[in-house]
């Protein structure tokens, strides 16, 4: 099975899901029309509610698609809103090859922009009346904040552990997927221990997908990743291929030495040079490799069906970004 | 009656509003807990969950005082969010009269810990499961956002309406305390009628807050109000005292000149002088005493109790600010 094929079987609702954003995000404030709007428009593939409408199925036939579909766009608003947060904190100028909503409309429209859709999707998935489903994005939407956090404290800390880095991509990035998956089985009315597994899977495949991204920022190719290379490093955010260069490759004096002020181009590109040498990238990959094995490994405790497969489908196919 | 005695009256549960507050954010993030902390610390009135308690008074005795207690702290906890979020939008330094987060952790620690303070706010809601009240609040949350890109949209605009700052003001201010009057008395299981009396009395006493603090923008003590005067006009922001001025008094060009480049300090003093020659301090002020009149008349509507003094008095206390 190809990724095109599934999300062909998906597209339908897919398109109801963007329907649904539109809609929440028509306020009639041209300010927030427009920044929202260009958010919806820059696209991006709709990960996360693919995921949910998947996983959606291993719950009861006859159950309510409209809940599912307003929690699948809940999520997108969420990850949006993190999206527009990180462009002003990273102060980043491209998204998915796009003009940030930062760099369009300024910082201060680009923060509320944020809030807002932190706050419709909360308003959103109020019309579900599920409580377990809000308690359960409510502190998932906590942890995301936390993981922001750590984000910031671990900024140029060349002593954070595995674990730090492991604990940070799992709230960045893991966290909403795996959400995605449970909260799609959930609201679907899946059997708990399902429910559970499919929550695996997604953290599993979170995980994976992050250090993929990681990788492409040493590796990436800025007219495809639509990011520049090295951007991690100029802004001191240590992710694992740094860190196995510095701590394994025993890099890091060298490294930490042409980091230690604000970088020049030249010094980044030099790092990155030390980065690739160092056999982190095909570290990181095995790594990956081996979190997607996990992925995996979780779904055959689910029965055999076709979602079953388009879920591998989807996890290989974002996890196996071309670079 | 005096506001110290309301005051004292309410302290006992003030106090265990405040113990919610330090535990929902004590979470083992150095800088979380730090930022969040500096926040609670620097205390301020706790006038919404003030409101929020007094109006639980007009509910069902027998109700279960911990899910009032719990709304209140939310209330507060979305109040700290968005000063923390005004604040790195403002790039404000002082904030009842401390540095403000911005300053001391910088603006990145400072917009997560916004986002988390939202995100907490949320999920102690969901403790209360009453989703009644998750819709009020995200509602309000949304039209506070909207509230806060209006204000940006507004910056600089010397052409915009009474109308238009009403609006503003609303959202921005008198939301969130018709909020915290109406959801006190809704989770205390008061009948639909008290809750929306209690609602608009919240609303009108917002009103008049926001004018009062506008019109402190111009002529109070920097010492007293922990603000600079004229911060308004120096980043813009046209609040009622300079609309009164730039359109009734017909001082409009002289002040869009004034202010028509990045303003020296100098400037701005003189803009000040204009708005307070003007006459419109004494314009808002009044303005003001309509709205905290309204609010005085929508409270006859209540049955004759303490607790309806007791509004009467706080909201004479929050809108007598000296200056």
Redesign the interface.
């Given at each position: 099975m190809e990724f095109q094929e599934v999300y062909r079987r998906y597209r339908p609702e897919l398109q109801q899901v963007e329907a649904i954003l539109f809609d929440q995000l028509r306020?009639g404030?041209?300010?927030?029309t427009e920044s929202s709007g260009q958010l919806i428009r820059a696209g991006g593939k709709r990960i996360r509610p693919l995921f949910a409408l998947i996983c959606s199925r291993f719950g009861d036939p006859a159950s309510d698609r409209t809940r599912v579909l307003r929690v699948a766009a809940a999520l997108e608003m969420v990850h949006m809103a993190t999206l527009v947060?990180d462009d002003?904190?990273d102060d980043a100028s491209l998204r998915r090859g796009q003009p940030t909503v930062r760099v369009r409309f300024?910082?201060?429209?680009a923060?509320?922009?944020?809030?807002?859709l932190?706050?419709?999707s909360?308003?959103l998935?109020?019309t579900v009346?599920r409580?377990d489903v809000?308690?359960d994005m409510?502190?998932a939407?906590?942890r995301?904040?936390?993981g922001?956090?750590?984000q910031?404290?671990d900024l140029h800390n060349w002593r954070q552990t595995l674990r730090d880095y492991l604990r940070r991509i799992e709230r960045k990035t893991a966290l909403l997927i795996s959400v995605s998956c449970q909260l799609g089985a959930k609201v679907a009315g899946a059997r708990a221990d399902v429910v559970r597994t499919l929550r695996r899977f997604g953290y599993y495949t979170g995980m994976a997908f992050q250090m993929i991204d990681d990788v492409l920022d040493y590796v990436g190719d800025e007219r495809v990743v639509g990011k520049r290379v090295g951007g991690d490093l100029m802004q001191g955010n240590l992710t694992l291929p740094a860190l196995y260069a510095a701590q394994q490759a025993g890099r890091g004096k060298e490294l930490a030495e042409l980091l230690s002020g604000p970088p020049s181009a030249a010094e980044v590109a030099k790092a990155v040079d030390i980065v690739r040498e160092s056999g982190a990238i095909a570290y990181v990959q095995a790594l990956a490799d081996r979190y997607r094995e996990k992925a995996i490994a979780v779904l055959s405790g689910l029965e055999d069906r076709v979602e079953r497969e388009e879920l591998a489908v989807v996890a290989a196919f974002v996890n196996g970004r071309a670079y």
């Open positions: 306020v404030e041209d300010a927030l947060h002003v904190v300024g910082n201060r429209p923060m509320y922009t944020g809030d807002f932190f706050a419709k909360i308003q998935l109020t009346e409580p809000h308690r409510a502190r939407m906590v995301i904040c936390q922001e956090i750590d910031i404290r």
